[in-house]
């Protein structure tokens, strides 16, 4: 829970259109920047639901009370209309607002202090001449004592953060440092998959620290290893076994041959990646598949089945005392089928998935109660989505059904209580979708 | 028009002229917190909404004449099948809602042409039930229910072959709703009112609302093993 | 009063195949375009989702999906000469509702016809001579030609993302497909379908008797796909909810798995939901539309315009608003003369119902077209002056769904009802497999749609009336199948059949269900006096007109429509792209 409010709320899907904006040589200053934006996900967090664009007002919630994104609109009054050229380079990073006070962390300053003065130029110009202005300013954050002494930000900002722009590593091809540069400033992959130290700061800003991007449970939900192990194919799961182009794939259109998105990321995909150029992505996926991993330090060993067991017990229907088994025939085999791998690009296989073996099986029954969509993405434009179950699952159901996947196929994800599954449920929101038969006879 | 045409459509479009309509919807009223089936009801305890008691009693006994409980599977009444019909009754089916029921009607015409007559379902059912039960007073001296089995087979039989007519409603016509809604009700989801537990499925080796099976396409001339489940997700 | 809305370059009226279609096309050309839709919006989740479609009664029984007849429906009569009553509640077909339409709702038997099958008075009357054609059959040519159209069915094939194996590739004979089909410029984009113990049954058994069985080109995926949209299909799970269903796996070809996604993203495009067109207007020299007026979603009136109107509703409906509009001249079947209504054709069917007492078939487990299939008794394949008849038929075993409430052959004798009915179910339930003859249908000069004098519809338009029967031609086309299905179910070697085919008794039936391929209406041709459209399904009468669907066909092929209805409709939408947007008019000259 206490990394909540790092997080943004999911915004829904294409608040801006989807067209991608192309790195056309001849491009403007703004176009560039607009560019930038999409990579830095500043839609994301600066707008509320059915609000208008970067007009701020989403509500961040967080132990310590409610932070209120803020309008970035170029409305002098309401928005940042009146910060200089360098008031907004600090404001992205140092997390220094016009008038000196400190930005919450909740903006990935640390992250953006990577920016070039080229970008940080191009973004001023977009954020100047590119965007509407809204002149309807953002409620005030309700951030109780003593975080709302934003001095005490500062002391934080001394011990964890790092002012200097991006510089390649020696020997980095040019498009592995451009890959590092988006994935460490702009993408602040590090907010979400990188470990937390105590004070809720990242234990590594880049690739200097073996903890960047090792991963971490947010809300209950794995954000996986993204480390690609230098490229080997070791045998473990999650990044590492996956191509650059599954790794493009999974960014530009939310699915691969392997998986498809879930939760946070889900909105990242849909708001920020899926506009990136091919070459950015690919870019970004040479450099995670550089980052040298641990012999696989997370990977859990003591299955108790293999992929060819569960196949065989499933496909005979042979599932007489065993419920977790003979829920998945009665709700899950009809699109993930008895060898759990789904199909291609539709359907992920829940063979080896990040997902299906967290630690926190949260995102897994989260995803079983409620159900998912992919964004519709200009590569991929269905909107490929998995119904809800919780009205057909009780949480005792919900339990073994979760519990036998995270065992099933060789997988090693551990037991799923009933109490876990009521707490996800309690968690709902209350108007989500459902597909619960509706009869009106 | 030619030149309009042209240059219109080379325009371009004007952006937010159009409004889209969102690609899904969210149902109303929909518990989402409710899991699993609530337990099906018990026919002895059951009070009809819409049949009277005298037309309940005919029910009972004529569903158990279509689908009887001898021999192998279950009957129409372990199954629930009058409840079924009570609550159809009330429903769409009941009120003809999705027919087109404007006039001028002459259920005179052949009967290749469909259903003709003026009255929903649920005033077939109520008019029939009382036609036949002063047909069985008038002929029999008793109430449809207290008849013996052979006489009540022998009434439902006059009525599928139109022997017996009636002056304000088609004794056919009665009997094919009859009949339909009970094979409906004994084979329908359980989510519906009948087939209690999906007794029917199990007899005859349906696997209900299972619907995936691309592992057995090819396991060819061998019965599938596996017991039904239902909408809501009951197993048998 | 009513409302108008802003101008848009195009209005699509309804959004099924053929509209989702135009609407790509359309806007690839930058224009403006507005579907309207009758019906309500509807996706695979959560309108189709598992497992509310696995619900018989609802769908399959009740009709959810389908059109209400309460808001509208047709009369139908016998002869020219009888009173038309209402369709009141659906039997012989069904049309559907809401986005999507009939596609959403389909089998996924998707066919391309057999070249002469387009021409087929020419064939007839060049290959058999003009006298084999009885005097009352109004049997016309298409206009347009297989070699013409097989790039558009090529498209539609893979956009659909069609399972099958081809039988003539580039005029090469392959082994494993249909070797009496027209050629085909690329194989399926798939691989055919798993085969069920029915299939292999037939094909064995076909094989041995000398004739050419091939699996079904099926819009059932049998692996992941993506199409030319970028739009993916899964592969089937065979789960028994097909016909009547939206498909609850993503592995059925429809508007929404194979289109509507990617055109939803295309900001020049819209679609409204629950708004009924009530008719096209007209400019007041009649020769140009100006647009369409609709009822909308809160029962207002609104007047839509637009340049160009593109027709795409059920073919029924295309007909009905041709009618409503006054677009092109009614039909009169006394004097011959007119054209909108005239050869409106259906489907002749028939089949047999084998009985194993000791195989199982577990019939639950199927797809909408999972079938083993037979064209050695094709429109190309009879001798029509041996044989006595115009026509053709394909057949095919199929295991579609075991879904108890209607999927319950008995055998003969069997009563239907009581304790032996109930042991006739045990007894059989799982142990019948099925041979379909599904047969062309020629058209007459006394089958055809006009407005009934009497009933109206919600909105207090005329229904329209159909007049139609079976005639001599098409029972004796059947009655050939019939013999041919005699021997090859004893060759099959059931414990008992039985067989039902249309005989010299038959008259039309609206009860039973049979199929929804109501064919006709607004016919293509090459001469307006005796067509609607020209042979790029643009009207004659008013040049920014056209209308897209079956009611194109002068009479019905021996196949199921739709492959012919999406080849048509690329063909159509490259002649608006190439030939109308440059130079609006009529594009042959009558």
């Keep these: 829970m206490i990394h909540r409010y790092w997080m943004p709320a999911l915004v829904g899907c294409g608040v801006l259109g989807t067209a991608a904006v192309a790195m056309a040589a001849q491009q403007s200053e703004a176009e560039r920047g607009a560019y930038l934006a999409r990579a830095g996900d500043c839609v994301a967090c600066h707008t509320a639901p059915e609000g208008k664009p970067f007009a701020g007002g989403l509500k961040i919630e967080s132990p310590f009370g409610t932070i209120v994104s803020t309008n970035i609109t170029p409305d002098p009054e309401a928005g940042i209309g009146d910060y200089s050229r360098d008031e907004f380079a600090a404001a992205l990073r140092e997390g220094k607002r016009a008038d000196g006070a400190n930005l919450y962390p909740a903006m990935p300053y640390p992250s953006y202090a990577k920016l070039t003065d080229d970008d940080i130029d191009a973004l001023y110009a977009y954020f100047m001449q590119g965007v509407e202005p809204v002149a309807e300013k953002a409620p005030e954050s309700d951030v109780s004592f003593p975080f709302n002494q934003r001095w005490g930000i500062s002391l934080w900002n001394w011990m964890f953060t790092d002012a200097d722009t991006f510089a390649p590593t020696s020997g980095q091809s040019e498009q592995v440092a451009r890959g590092a540069y988006l994935v460490q400033g702009l993408g602040h992959c590090g907010s979400c998959h990188t470990p937390r130290g105590v004070l809720f700061q990242e234990k590594a800003l880049d690739d200097s620290d073996d903890a960047y991007l090792t991963g971490e449970t947010l809300e209950g939900w794995w ?97 007489e005392g065993k419920p977790g088994a003979r829920l998945y025939l009665d709700n899950c085999n009809a699109c993930h089928f008895a060898n759990g791998q789904g199909a291609p690009q539709v359907f992920p296989s829940l063979v080896d998935n990040e997902l299906v073996n967290a630690d926190d099986p949260t995102g897994l029954v989260h995803v079983i109660l409620a159900g998912a969509r992919l964004p519709s993405t200009p590569g991929k434009p269905e909107a490929l989505a998995m119904p809800d179950f919780g009205w057909r699952l009780s949480d005792e159901e919900a339990a073994q059904l979760a519990a036998f996947v995270r065992g099933a196929w060789g997988n090693h994800g551990g037991k799923v209580t009933a109490d876990q599954v009521a707490e996800v449920r309690k968690a709902l929101p209350e108007d989500r979708q459902s597909s619960k038969p509706d009869f009106v006879d | 028009m030619s030149s309009e045409l042209k240059n219109a459509s080379r325009r371009g479009f004007i952006k937010g002229s159009l409004m889209m309509i969102p690609a899904v919807t969210v149902g109303g009223g929909v518990s989402l917190t409710a899991a699993a089936a609530e337990p099906p009801a018990n026919l002895d305890d059951y009070q009809p909404t819409f049949f009277d008691a005298d037309e309940w009693r005919f029910i009972l006994a004529a569903c158990d004449r279509l689908i009887p409980s001898d021999g192998e599977g279950p009957g129409a009444l372990e199954t629930n099948v009058p409840i079924f019909i009570d609550q159809q009754m009330e429903g769409k089916f009941g009120h003809a809602a999705d027919w087109y029921m ?135 | 009063m009513a409302k108008t809305n802003p101008h848009v370059d195009v209005v699509l009226i309804g959004l099924g195949w053929t509209n989702s ?115 009352e059959m109004a049997i016309q040519d298409f206009g347009v030609s297989y070699d013409e159209l097989e790039p558009h069915f090529d498209f539609f094939e893979k956009v659909a993302g069609i399972a099958g194996k081809a039988g003539n590739l580039n005029g090469e004979i392959q082994e494993g497909g249909n070797p009496f089909e027209g050629w085909r410029s690329d194989e399926y984009p798939m691989p055919p379908m798993k085969r069920t113990l029915n299939d292999t049954l037939f094909r064995d058994m076909a094989t041995e008797q000398g004739l050419h069985p091939f699996p079904m080109p099926a819009a059932n995926a049998s692996e992941a796909y993506t199409n030319p949209y970028g739009m993916q299909l899964a592969p089937c799970n065979y789960c028994g909810f097909c016909e009547r269903y939206g498909c609850l796996n993503y592995s059925k070809s429809s508007p929404q798995t194979c289109v509507l996604g990617a055109l939803k993203q295309r900001k020049n495009f819209a679609y409204r939901a629950n708004c009924e067109v009530m008719k096209v207007n007209l400019a007041s020299d009649g020769k140009t539309a100006t647009g ?63 009985y194993f007492k000791d195989k199982e078939f577990n019939p639950f487990i199927g797809a909408g077209a999972n079938a083993e299939v037979l064209n050695d008794f094709g429109v190309e394949q009879i001798d029509f002056g041996q044989a006595g008849f115009i026509g053709g038929s394909y057949f095919s075993a199929a295991m579609t769904n075991g879904q108890p409430i209607r999927n319950m052959p008995l055998p003969k004798g069997a009563p239907s009802w009581g304790a032996q009915w109930k042991q006739a179910v045990q007894e059989t339930y799982g142990h019948t497999m099925t041979i379909g003859s599904h047969g062309s249908n020629m058209s007459y000069r006394d089958c055809y749609l006009d407005l009934d004098p009497t009933y109206t519809d919600d909105h207090g338009r005329p229904l329209m009336r159909m007049t139609f029967n079976w005639k001599d031609n098409d029972v004796r086309m059947t009655q050939f199948m019939k013999q041919k299905i005699d021997i090859l179910s004893k060759a099959l070697k059931p414990d008992d059949y039985k067989l039902s085919f249309k005989d010299f008794n038959s008259q039309y039936d609206v009860r039973p269900y049979q199929t929804t391929h109501n064919v006709g209406g607004a016919i293509m041709g090459t001469d307006p006096t005796s067509s609607v459209l020209n042979r790029y399904l643009q009207t004659w009468d008013v040049h920014n007109v056209f209308v897209m669907g079956a009611s194109a066909f002068p009479q019905n092929i021996q196949y199921n429509p739709t492959g012919l209805v999406g080849g048509l409709t690329y063909w159509a939408a490259k002649a608006i792209r190439e030939q109308y947007l440059p130079n609006p008019g009529p594009l042959v000259q009558a």
């Excluded at chain 1, 493009?248 to 498809?260: E, F, I, K, P, Q």
């Excluded at chain 1, 060819?308 to 042979?318: F, G, S």
């Excluded at chain 2, 039989?157 to 409603?169: A, N, R």
């Excluded at chain 3, 029924?316 to 054209?339: M, Q």
């Design chain 1, 223 to 319: 954000a996986p290893n993204l480390r690609g192990g230098g490229g080997d194919d070791n045998g473990g799961r999650g990044l590492q076994n996956w191509s650059a182009d599954d790794i493009v794939a999974y960014l530009a259109t939310g699915r691969n041959d392997h998986s498809a998105v879930t939760g946070e990321m889900t909105s990242v995909v849909a708001n920020s990646t899926l506009h990136l150029g091919d070459e950015d992505l690919h870019a970004m996926a040479a450099y995670l598949k550089s980052l040298p991993r641990a012999a696989d330090g997370d990977k859990k060993t003591g299955s108790e089945t293999t992929p060819e067991q569960t196949e065989k017990m499933l496909t005979a229907a042979d599932v």
């Design chain 2, 102 to 236: 404007k006039g001028p009607f002459h259920p005179g015409v052949s009967p290749l042409f469909g259903y003709q007559s003026p009255l929903a379902p649920r005033e077939v059912y109520r008019k029939g039930i009382a036609a036949t039960g002063r047909y069985c007073q008038d002929n029999h001296g008793k109430g449809f229910a207290a008849l013996d089995v052979d006489t009540q087979t022998q009434i439902l039989t006059q009525l599928e072959k139109g022997e017996i007519e009636f002056d304000d409603v088609s004794s056919g016509q009665f009997f094919a709703f009859l009949l339909q809604n009970t094979k409906e009700g004994y084979f329908a989801d359980p989510i519906h009112g009948g087939n209690k537990h999906m007794a029917s499925w199990k007899f005859i080796g349906f696997p209900g609302a299972r619907a995936s099976y691309l592992e057995w396409v090819e396991q060819h001339n061998k019965a599938y093993p596996l017991g039904p489940v239902s909408l809501t997700g009951e197993r048998g």
């Design chain 3, 21 to 135: 279609i135009m609407g790509m096309e359309m806007t690839d050309e930058g224009l403006s375009v507005l579907a309207l839709e009758r019906g309500p919006d509807q996706d695979t989740v959560p309108d189709f989702a598992y497992p509310k479609m696995a619900d018989e009664l609802t769908y399959g029984v009740r009709y959810q999906l389908m059109q209400r007849p309460a808001k509208n429906t047709l009369t139908v009569r016998h002869g020219v000469r009888d009173l038309a009553v209402p369709y009141r509640s659906l039997g012989s077909f069904l049309p559907g509702n809401g986005v999507g339409g009939a596609g959403t709702h389909w089998n996924g038997h998707t066919w391309r016809p057999q070249p002469q099958e387009l021409r087929l008075k020419s064939y007839v009357e060049e290959t058999f001579g003009a006298d084999t054609i009885p005097e």
């Design chain 3, 292 to 354: 369409v007026s609709y009822i909308d979603e809160n029962g207002d009136e609104v007047i839509q315009p637009a340049d160009l109107v593109i027709m795409g509703a059920y073919s029924l409906h295309n007909v009905h608003l041709l009618l409503l509009s006054g677009i092109g001249k009614p039909y009169d079947p006394i004097s011959g003369e007119g054209v909108v209504g005239k050869n409106y054709a259906y489907q002749m069917n028939g089949g047999a119902t084998l």
